[in-house]
C-alpha cells in the first residue's frame, strides 16, 4: 500500500506546508484528483445533495457511503482516502465502531470522519484505540441542520467559539488524527489550528487552517444553484479550460495561499 499516511500530513502541518482536500465519489474523478496530486480523496456524505439531489445529508445510507468509497479507491493509488460515517450510523459507540471498520474493510478508506464535540469523545477513544483513524468534525454540522436551525455560520459568539476551543482540544487528546472546521470565523480557525498538532482542515473557515477542502461539484461550476460563497469555481473564474487545470489551479491557490481569500471567509 503506497498511499499518504497521516503521518505524511503531520510532517506537512510542521514543514508549514498547505494541505489539499476534495470531495469525491467515483473512480474517474478520483483518477483525476490523485493524479493532479491532491493529498486526501474525502467520499463526503454532501453526495446525497450533489449526486442524489437531496436538500441536505440525513438520507445517505452506509451502502451507499461505502458503494462510493470503493469507487474512489478503485480509481486512485497515492491519496489518503477519508469517508463519512453518515447520519445516525455512529450514534453509540457499538454502533460507531461496527460501521467504521465497515468503511475500513468494505470501502477501503483509511480515515473516517464523524460530526459532533463532547459527546463523541467516547467514540473516538474507542475507535482510535481499535486501530481506526478518525477525522473531527466540528463547527457547522450538516447532519445536524434542524438543530441548528439551517446551514449558519459557528462559533461566532465568544461562548460558542469557547466551547469549539475546548471540543477541538478534547478531541485531539481523545486521539482524533484529523479536524475538519466547517463555517466558522477565520480568527477562531487560526487559534484552533494553531492550538492542534493535528493538521486542521478548513471549508469557510479561512486561510491559517493545515488544508483546505471544497466540494468537488462546487469547485467545478456543476452544482446547480447558488455556490456557497466559500467556495470558488476554478474551471470558470480561472479560465483553466479543462478539469485536471482547475484541479491544478485549486493545488497552486491552496499551497501558495491565495485560496481562500477574504471574500470566501468570515469574520
Ligand atoms: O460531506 C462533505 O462533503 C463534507 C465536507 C463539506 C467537509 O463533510
Not at 459568539?157 to 466558522?184: K, N, Y
Request: proline share 5%; hydrophobic share 45%; aromatic share 6%.
Amino acid at each position: 500500500m503506497n498511499r499518504l499516511t497521516l503521518t505524511h500530513l503531520r510532517k506537512l502541518k510542521t514543514n508549514g506546508e498547505k494541505i489539499t482536500v476534495l470531495t469525491v465519489y467515483d473512480a474517474s474523478f478520483a483518477h483525476w484528483l490523485d493524479q493532479a496530486g491532491i493529498e486526501i480523496l474525502l467520499v463526503g456524505d454532501s453526495l446525497g445533495m450533489v449526486i442524489q439531489g437531496h436538500d441536505s445529508t440525513l438520507p445517505v445510507t452506509m451502502e451507499q457511503i461505502i458503494y462510493h468509497s470503493q469507487a474512489v479507491a478503485r480509481g486512485s493509488q497515492r491519496a489518503l482516502i477519508v469517508a463519512d460515517l453518515p447520519f445516525m450510523s455512529y450514534a453509540t459507540p457499538a454502533q460507531a465502531l461496527d460501521n467504521a471498520a465497515r468503511l475500513l474493510r468494505e470501502g477501503h478508506a483509511q480515515v473516517v470522519k464523524l460530526e459532533g464535540g463532547k459527546w463523541l469523545l467516547d467514540t473516538v477513544k474507542l475507535l482510535t484505540d481499535r486501530g481506526i483513524p478518525v477525522c473531527a468534525h466540528l463547527g457547522l454540522l450538516p447532519q445536524s441542520v434542524h438543530q441548528l436551525g439551517g446551514y449558519l455560520i459557528q462559533g461566532r459568539s465568544e461562548a460558542a467559539a469557547d466551547s469549539l476551543r475546548q471540543e477541538a482540544l478534547a478531541l485531539q487528546a481523545a486521539g482524533a488524527s484529523l479536524l475538519v472546521l466547517e463555517c466558522v470565523p477565520s480568527q477562531l480557525a487560526a487559534d484552533i489550528t494553531a492550538a492542534l498538532t493535528i493538521p486542521v482542515i478548513g471549508i469557510g473557515a479561512g486561510p491559517a487552517c493545515d488544508a483546505q477542502v471544497l466540494v468537488l461539484y462546487d469547485m467545478l461550476g456543476l452544482t446547480p444553484g447558488k455556490r456557497p460563497s466559500f467556495s470558488k469555481d476554478f474551471l470558470q473564474a480561472t479560465g483553466a479550460g479543462t478539469i485536471p487545470n482547475a484541479l491544478q489551479a485549486f493545488i497552486t491557490a491552496v499551497k501558495t495561499g491565495t485560496f481562500p481569500g477574504p471574500e470566501h471567509s468570515f469574520n
